[in-house]
């Protein structure tokens, strides 16, 4: 089965209404990674979070290892946030990286 | 900080040709990643390297080969294009904690 699993799938959000995104991975994940990728564009890293919570801008993201679960807020969205939002994590001893689908989020003005 | 430069851009080929994409990283990052990416969907990862002249397969490596002769250098070479294929490769290297991306080369096969 997939080791990286997202959800939900995609998301519609009005602007200013917050967001949360979720991964939860199948196996003991020593790193996470959150990224963004625009249409048409490459990743553009946004936090990485193996444990705990860190935020970054309008960004929290709040990693519980031992439930493997991950989840990314963003706050107050806007209509810049709009892309696909993936997580990643490294398994096999931390080299081999491994991603989910990914939430596709529209936020409308 | 660094770059990650992947050339081609664009990359068209022939059904049945052999195809070489490369990447260059100057973060000076011990491991790099080849992913493939098709339209609207998520990354499969193809090969990985942790070091120079290392290479660890992926979940996508058959009809793939690369080479990592340097350590700011990892190559991708798709060994018979397929009729209709068309897809994003995309290269990332990382250090201790982050993966970084270059920006991808666009492949279209005729």
């Known amino acids: 089965g997939q080791q990286v699993q997202q959800s939900p799938a995609s998301l519609v959000l009005q602007e200013g209404e917050n967001a949360e995104l979720q991964c939860n991975f199948s196996s003991t994940a020593t790193q996470l990674q959150w990224f963004y990728q625009s249409p048409g564009g490459s990743l553009v890293s946004l936090l990485s979070?193996?444990?705990g919570t860190k935020h970054t801008g309008r960004l929290t993201s709040t990693t519980v290892t031992k439930e493997r679960r991950s989840s990314l807020h963003i706050s107050s969205s806007q209509t810049t946030d709009s892309g696909t939002y993936l997580c990643?994590?490294?398994?096999?001893?931390?080299?081999?990286?491994?991603f989910g689908s990914g939430t596709r989020l529209l936020v409308s003005p | 900080g660094g770059i990650i430069t992947q050339t081609p851009k664009f990359l068209i080929g022939q059904e049945g040709q052999k195809l070489t994409l490369k990447c260059q990283q100057n973060f000076n990052h011990d491991t790099m990643y080849w992913y493939r990416q098709d339209s609207g969907k998520g990354l499969r990862l193809i090969y990985y390297?942790?070091?120079?002249?290392?290479?660890q397969k992926g979940d996508l490596s058959e009809g793939y080969d690369a080479s990592r002769e340097k350590k700011s250098s990892f190559s991708l070479t798709v060994t018979s294009a397929q009729k209709n294929e068309m897809a994003v490769f995309l290269c990332a290297s990382s250090g201790t904690s982050e993966q970084f991306f270059g920006p991808g080369t666009r492949l279209t096969v005729l």
């Open positions: 979070n193996p444990s």
């Open positions: 390297s942790i070091t120079e002249n290392d290479l």
């Open positions: 990643a994590i490294a398994l096999t001893g931390g080299y081999k990286v491994v």
